[in-house]
């Protein structure tokens, strides 16, 4: 039987993992395939640590880049720059538009305004996350559940998050 | 002068410090916090509180959506929705404090679910606590204002310590807790000088002065002229009807609950104190009395006619449970008396009797019944109605006599508005 997307996923991750280990050797507690599948749900109690080794190792933020993409519900690959001059040109692909908007009352806030076609009961019922993944990083950026198919954020003009959202380079991944 | 909302909670007191219209279909209604861009947990609730459909906000309202700042976190549960809603009214009277109360400013504290189809406060939880935590900023507005309410669901009266229940008021309806919003109270009074313009029995004044003097020549022709409009024991002619007179009504009654059909709801007594005057032109005023037929010995096989006094252009309400019919005459200008249920916004012609017009009574019994009566210069046709009705039907329930009244103008009928009150207990 053909490995599904995890299993796969899972066999890639060891395997390198394991070369890793082989190639260095190391005081750090080794991150494990679950540590990064629950990073990306959000279900590490102390991401801290994590983080922190993703933050040391190119290869392995590009592991975790490849295994959200694996997970990843809907991508939109990063927008051709000539595409857009506006700032806050937004997404739009089959499964998922992603919009931004000034708030007219305070105007360095925007929101990010997702909208999902057809979402997933975990979407509908819990919380909606996404990454932008720009320069081998990946930024997590969590939305309330949906309300008829639409959720948003609202964000300081130079959050982090925004910015990346925002950026035309980035690839941005809806996870299940 | 502003009026602070501020919603009661088990951290304590938060401010409503404001309310921004967004204007924008695809900006959900949302919660902040101080202004900053951290949304609140309860921003979904809200969403739902405002939209058609399941809420509220928008029905009454109007808009969109909104963005609402509040002074801290709110995080859980819908205990909120009571005080948003009063917000609301607030800001539509432009009258929306941010939570800094100055000397002479009112303030309401509030904490009730809000049942959003039947206008209902619903009980919530912690009440105890949450007054406990309202001491010190008690003692703090009562340095600037003596307008401060404290507005708990009549259900959770029975939580309520010793030591609040004087301070506390309860609400069951929406209507109950918009009668402590001071803009209502106060407009009623100055209302009636704006609804002389919007009134079709007016003259628009080209001629302020002789205007002015009809006025006091009426005025004064009904103080010294004795009129006496309906006598205690019976119920005017429709020839006979003017200016009402205060006379008392017997509501010392008993309980007992039958049955009538109708459709009115909830009251929300936008009526001002109209007070009309005789135009220049040949159009009469437009008066109505009402009386009451009450049971003797709880059965409606023996009745007692009351007149019911009226002020500000609203008689005085009447339980339901006493009550076996419900009468009215009109001055002669009055060619019909048209019906106006104030939550429902049901429109009905009121069958006219020998004697003048007769009220249906409601079906159900187990609510207050609220209305208005519009008393026209003009016949009116059952198709024009039921355009009536279905032109009020997007109209928030705070407009409705402001909207009726402009269409009937839009006719050239000329009406006088009144409202009523029939209570459950």
């Known amino acids: 039987m053909q490995p599904d997307k995890q299993e796969y996923a899972e066999m890639l991750f060891a395997a390198r993992t394991g070369l890793q280990g082989l190639q260095q050797s190391s005081g750090e507690k080794a991150i494990l395939m679950n540590d990064l599948v629950q990073l990306i749900k959000g279900n590490l109690p102390e991401p801290e640590q994590v983080i922190v080794q993703l933050n040391q190792s190119l290869t392995l933020r590009r592991q975790y880049a490849e295994l959200i993409k694996q997970l990843a519900y809907a991508q939109s690959a990063s927008q051709v720059a000539a595409s857009t001059n506006d700032k806050l040109a937004g997404r739009e692909t089959d499964i998922f538009s992603l919009k931004f908007k000034r708030d007219t009352l305070v105007e360095s806030q925007i929101y990010a305004l997702l909208n999902i076609k057809h979402p997933t009961g975990n979407q509908s019922g819990k919380s909606v996350v996404l990454f932008a993944l720009l320069d081998e990083h990946a930024e997590r950026i969590e939305f309330p559940s949906l309300i008829d198919g639409r959720t948003q954020q609202l964000f300081e003009e130079d959050d982090r998050r925004l910015q990346r959202l925002i950026n035309p380079n980035s690839e941005i991944v809806l996870m299940p | ?425």
Not at chain 2, 144 to 173: C, G, R, W, Y
Not at chain 2, 260 to 278: F, H, S, T, W
């Open chain 2, 1 to 425: 002068m502003k009026l602070h909302i501020f919603v009661a909670t088990t951290q304590g007191v938060v401010a409503i410090q404001n309310i921004h219209d967004l204007n924008d279909a695809d900006i959900n209604s949302l919660v902040s916090i101080n202004g900053t861009s951290t949304i609140s947990a309860i921003s979904g609730g809200y969403h739902n509180f405002v939209k058609k459909g399941s809420g509220i906000i928008q029905r009454e309202f109007g808009g969109i959506s909104y963005r609402v700042n509040i002074s801290e976190q709110i995080d859980q549960g819908n205990s909120w929705q009571l005080a948003f809603y009063l917000a609301h009214a607030a800001h539509q009277q432009g009258i929306l404090g941010n939570g800094v109360v100055q000397s002479g400013d009112s303030v309401i504290v509030a904490t009730g679910e809000v049942n959003t189809s039947e206008r209902r406060v619903l009980p919530v939880e912690q009440v105890p606590k949450k007054l406990s935590l309202l001491s010190s900023k008690l003692e703090q507005w009562a340095q600037l204002t003596e307008k401060v309410h404290i507005l708990i669901p009549s259900k959770n009266m029975a939580d309520v310590d010793e030591s609040f229940v004087s301070k506390v008021q309860s609400v069951d309806l929406l209507d109950d807790a918009l009668k402590f919003l001071p803009s209502l109270a106060a407009s009623r009074s100055e209302k009636s000088e704006i609804e002389i313009k919007d009134n079709e029995a007016v003259t628009p004044s080209k001629n302020r002065g002789s205007w002015m003097l009809a006025c006091t020549l009426l005025a004064a022709g009904l103080m010294y002229g004795g009129y006496h409009y309906l006598s205690s024991q019976a119920i005017p002619t429709q020839q006979n009807a003017d200016l009402p007179q205060t006379e008392q009504v017997d509501d010392e009654i008993g309980a007992e609950q039958n049955t009538a059909p109708d459709e009115v709801q909830n009251d929300k007594d936008e009526i001002k104190p109209e007070v009309e005057v005789l135009p220049e032109t040949s159009v009469e005023p437009l008066y109505i009395a009402m009386s009451a037929e009450l049971k003797k010995n709880n059965r409606c096989e023996t009745t007692e006619k009351i007149d019911l006094e009226v002020q500000n252009q609203s008689f005085k309400p009447v339980l339901l449970n006493q009550l076996c019919g419900l009468n009215l005459t009109g001055s002669n200008g009055v060619k019909t008396i048209l019906l106006v249920a104030q939550d429902t916004k049901a429109v009905r012609i009121l069958s006219s009797t020998e004697n003048g017009w007769s009220i249906p009574l409601p079906k159900s019994r187990l609510t207050d019944r609220s209305y208005y009566l519009f008393a026209l210069s003009s016949k009116l046709s059952d198709s024009q109605a039921r355009s009536l009705a279905s032109a009020l039907e997007d109209v928030p329930a705070i407009r409705v006599t402001k909207e009726t009244k402009r269409w009937f103008k839009s006719l050239d009928i000329s009406s006088s508005v009144f409202s009523h009150k029939l209570l459950n207990y």
